[in-house]
């Protein structure tokens, strides 16, 4: 049997920027026993969640969800769309567009990667003036698609993907748009189709509050088109079956079923909050987790205050202090797990997340971690993170939204 | 299906002092399916739990488990052991040493309650003194049985029982000494055997960290001696059967099966995390927590620093401020639920839980729900009792308490 | 951690009269975590629960819900209605009407035991006529209850209890009629106030679905009445104030959170169903088994087809065939437990619980694993039980109850 | 909330080849709260699995292990290994295999489907001689892999892999063997070093008796040196980084955590009872089962006896009856699922799973549902298959597996 946590005795709390926390109602809707994937039940069940994803993503069109997790929607976006030695233009935000853009080469795409030099690029979002100029120099259109990271995980930056679609527009450029709300979808506000979003890939253990294990295409009726002509090779991605099969509610192959009962249970959780409330809620946890960096003295990766992500923090650490020996720290004395610092911020950062099943005392207890953490490490505060981010939300009150009890 | 949760995101903070959270683990033991209570596997099940709910208890004599909540438990060690009419010393310590009188009162039985005047009998421990005196006294030993409260509930107050052994020792009287450690059992070190306790009382719902709805009876040779003359009616909560049918592993009548799949769980988590680290823990939260209490300049219902409850912090309102008030407020915005003052305490204070699955970050989550809540009521604060708390625990480290994982 | 079954894989199936197999939905539905039982959301849970109860009892006077198991239940009718010494008819139907009977005596009542000779009156359900002569005889109203079992759980047989009122009335006594349906309700139609009943008696583990450790008394206004004047000795089974604060919710000590949240889902699935539903899918799952029995040449213990339960059904065995080693070879085999023969049936007849969570496969999984462990047990059969409780089940086909899936 | 059982009570009995029935033990692992993929735990829990997995394939090569569903591991195996353009020879035993062949296509390689005329090869297993054949006659080494089945879930039919891994030796060729045990593992022996396999396809969903998320592809020396030079794009299903970053216990993309929790439990389930025992046991079942349809005199799918399923089997309905009506009848009925005909067997058969967590009990409950269902459809049986099933298991008792409860 399962004895996985290593501390003695309390919750332990994951403050990853995912896998989030998964609501104790999830966990419950999905030990509901497995049924059959061809029966009556199955196909309400799916036609339920099919329906419902797309008001997450704010689209009216298909939204194909696999049985696999994120890194499989990156290729299913690209496979379904691109042919092998395609040019794809894409914009190093951080890690993850970093590992998105290796993977374009490992299908044998041939990725343009953008970018602003050095670290700098991961402290601000995509710039769309630069995407808008490199598609305007390619006048032959050898640019197949343009792929950006919508909330960088790595880095605690978002992007302002309506800026790239107006880019794509205003250089008369036919690339699909491709986007990955991975971390993004259900914590930050996100519209595929009024961003013209031709591909939109997200996953199912961020705001959506699932395990990992089930991922997403939005599809637009231009990337369907795209589909017909791609040459890459493609089979357990290929949108054409799965969406036709999905009218009835069904799947072509064997779907992740328990995942799917958890989904329908976080749509239910979702949506019944309202997508606004959502979004308020992250944004005003975000803040007060950035008021105590702030009063910490330390800086936040993100250096572009109109892309804070609403998310995660990442938080760099000062000169010479080593980010992971921190989180070890804090993760033995304290049983909270942080996120590391990735690719070329390794050591140099560690990250809050503060998405999905979360609270104002959750984000409190994950910030006095931190602070006793920091201070159990030697590193000098300024002053205290956790009475400016008290002081943060007792002046920012959320409105009680207590719903009736049911 | 239950949605009791009337806030919309994140995990509510039950930091009341019973029931107190139950730990995932023990949840997922419970919902095993209910198997047959006379089949050889519930056998096996009840000689372990009633093995190891002895270590526990700290006794090698029998302690019989009911399927009824702890009042049923109190009802069970007076009908047990007394006649109609006998007389019992019973002490003041606060609402639920009053409520046990009252149940005496109400079995016919005539309780003699001692304490202090007014409030002060509930921010104090039980006066050995006073009870060695009342027995000397008592020289036709028409006392019967002497009851006191282990851990007060209502007050944050512990009472030392070994005092009172040597008070009705120093009298040399032959009265029953019975307690209650309803909310003491597991949280603070219980001593049945050694404190030579007669009866001794306790639930699960607290330091055992299981939903309420099985209680216990430790009894000792005398006690079960005592129950052969004892004329209050009695069939229910009878010792004799049981304790004949335990032997097997098995009750007289239809036990709380789910109940004992928890509490085998809990056995298994406590006994492995050792009782002296159990009991450290607590001391180690409790004091942080009145750090965070004297940090504010608010009084702590416990006058006495020798008996400071390990489990609950009573704090005291400021004059005027509606303690219940200052809950409700903390209810809504923070979804974190506090103890009501109680009984002669009425809106004069709050009680603060730090029992059970608890750990460093979720009693500095319940402190910062405190002081916001505080400070939303408009009360004016000395300082941050969060800071205070923090101070304490990064300078009283606990030996990070990692096991292998497995 | 919890590793209870001893076979190696598969279902074990729980064909015992109680506890019956408790649905999935249920356990899910009790390991939501356990709340303030102080809060609102406590309060709301507590007012659903006691309002879709008496629905159940068909009753709309108050229902008092205890943390108890049954047996609980019965001292609570007891001794909230009568005094030490009083006189209480009661019944022989069976193994539980005499532990009724018993705690009687245990609790200071004088019981006077009617019923048939020998094994006879456990055959058959309560002979009304026989309590009306003996009311009729009490010409001073000694008697100060009457107390029968609707469905006697170690035989499988119901009883009138309509009839009985009739007999009641018919002599113009002013007796309390008590009724135990502990394993009756929610099986088998039950009418408290139509029967005129002044308590019922019953418990979580049977009809309801639910693991054991709740039990009801449904009470009627004369009940509530005797209850003033009542002088048993009671405190934890008192009515008075349960009834006062089940008004807004709640109860004065500590409730069974958990089963709470059980009782909830099963209202649900039962109210849900609807109760004829439910009592007529008990009939039709009781005839079928019936006509295993009689196919197989056995005898049913009840020897009244008009009585017969749709509880369970007891099997006698051959003479000379000890039915506990039958139950044994079943259970080592089959990985089925059924019930044992209970006082004077000890070792003469098995029962097959189907009751509750069970349907048509169920029915015959169990009665497959009867007749294979008849037949390893060297007991000649007359024929094939099975082939018979098929041909009963498709010749009285079930409306197919599909509900539209959701 | 999901409410997904359309019956209104007991069980449903989820008899299709796969997903099979999840046991309770394993769900209830499934809902531990997901955790931070790279922490320290997270590690133990990885390097657990890969190792416990490896004795389930009885390979000491490294078993990769996709947060995917099956499908995806087909392409595992194929896009490591292979070339644009590639022929492989691939075996038609039913729909699965030719499900397989189109994958092949779409991902560009040439697939040869060997195989008998008609129906005929799908009433057989993979006949190796033909295999032998065409290899010896391919003396220019074209054929790069041979891929089979080793069970035909759409049939019930196996095949003998150690007689094919000979077939290719004989021929002296090179090729890859591939084997998709998906629905064969953990049912049916299967030995990947010892027959030579180069790499075979498994998924969670059916003797591993987890939910559907999670495949397999175990990885011979051989397999990995040609994934060096296959030039298949691949990513997502790439082993090289998976198999290096496994050997620390972790995944280089976020792994289905909460499928691994189950599979950590599956392992404990299946290794504790003995894979030969599991074995067993599934014959037994199988020969029971084939027995209910001899003695129905129906037609099994499966015309080679020494080949039949451990896994399902395939019934074939008399001409001119829709099976999938039967289907449907039985599951309204009785609240079974009964696998569907597929391909070219669509209407002309349904499938009987006694795989996974199956016992004696649930398969006479499948059985009997199977006869009533056939008798409700108005077809003529020959016999009862049920009794012929019962005293096939009462003749062929299995050892009584009793463990020590613990």
Redesign the interface.
């Known amino acids: 049997?399962?004895?996985?946590?290593?501390?003695?005795?309390?919750?332990?709390?994951?403050q990853?920027p995912?896998?989030s926390?998964?609501?104790?109602?999830i966990?419950?809707?999905?030990?509901?026993?497995?049924?059959?994937?061809?029966?009556?039940?199955f196909?309400?069940?799916g036609l339920k969640v099919l329906d419902g994803i797309k008001k997450i993503f704010k689209t009216g069109q298909p939204v194909v969800i696999?049985?696999?997790?994120?890194?499989?929607a990156?290729?299913a976006a690209l496979?379904n769309t691109l042919s092998?030695g395609d040019t794809v233009l894409m914009y190093e935000t951080g890690h993850f567009a970093t590992l998105w853009k290796?993977?374009a080469e490992?299908?044998?795409l041939k990725p343009e990667f953008l970018g602003m030099p050095g670290i700098e690029g991961w402290r601000r979002g995509v710039q769309a003036d630069m995407i808008e100029k490199r598609l305007r120099d390619d006048t032959q259109h050898t640019i197949k698609a343009v792929c950006v990271v919508h909330n960088e995980t790595s880095t605690g930056v978002t992007s302002d993907i309506a800026a790239v679609r107006r880019a794509v527009d205003a250089a008369a450029h036919p690339a699909l748009l491709m986007v990955d709300t991975i971390s993004g979808l259900a914590s930050a506000d996100y519209r595929h189709d009024e961003w013209g979003v031709d591909v939109t890939v997200s996953?199912s253990?961020k705001g959506l509050m699932l395990?990992?294990?089930i991922s997403f295409n939005a599809v637009s009726e231009k990337a369907r088109e795209a589909s017909k002509h791609a040459r890459?090779?493609?089979?357990?991605w290929?949108w054409a079956d799965i969406i036709e099969m999905n009218k009835q509610g069904y799947w072509p192959?064997?779907?992740?079923?328990?995942?799917l009962?958890g989904l329908?249970?976080a749509l239910?959780?979702i949506l019944?909050?309202g997508l606004d409330?959502?979004f308020a809620?992250h944004q005003r946890l975000a803040a007060a987790c950035r008021a105590a960096v702030a009063a910490w003295g330390l800086e936040i990766q993100c250096a572009d205050p109109s892309v804070y992500s609403p998310v995660l923090t990442g938080v760099m650490t000062p000169e010479g202090v080593d980010a992971d020996a921190v989180r070890k720290l804090i993760?033995?004395?304290?049983?909270?797990?942080l996120g590391?610092g990735l690719g070329k911020l390794k050591g140099r950062m560690f990250r809050i997340g503060h998405l999905?099943?979360?609270?104002?005392?959750?984000l409190?207890?994950?910030l006095?971690?931190c602070?006793?953490g920091l201070?159990?490490a030697g590193i000098e505060l300024k002053g205290?993170g956790?009475?400016a981010a008290?002081d943060y939300?007792?002046s920012h009150?959320?409105k009680?939204?207590?719903?009736?009890?049911?």
Chains 1, 2, 3, 4 share one sequence.
């Not at 890459?232 to 357990?236: D, G, S, T, V, Y």
């Not at 009680?400 to 049911?406: I, M, Q």
């Open positions: 049997m399962l004895k996985l946590d290593s501390h003695p005795a309390g919750r332990h709390f994951l990853i995912g896998p926390p998964v609501p104790d109602r966990l419950r809707a999905m030990s509901y026993p497995t049924i059959d994937h061809r029966g009556p039940e196909g309400a069940l696999y049985p696999a997790s994120g890194t499989g990156w290729e496979c092998p290796k993977m490992s299908l044998g996953g253990q395990p990992p294990g890459l090779p493609r089979a357990f290929d192959y064997t779907p992740n079923t328990n995942l009962y329908s249970e239910d959780m019944g909050e409330n959502v809620r993760y033995e004395h304290f049983d909270m797990s590391t999905g099943d979360c609270n104002d005392l959750t409190m207890a994950a006095t971690g602070e006793m201070k159990l205290s956790v009475a008290m939300l007792t009150v959320a009680p939204a207590l719903k009736a009890a049911a």
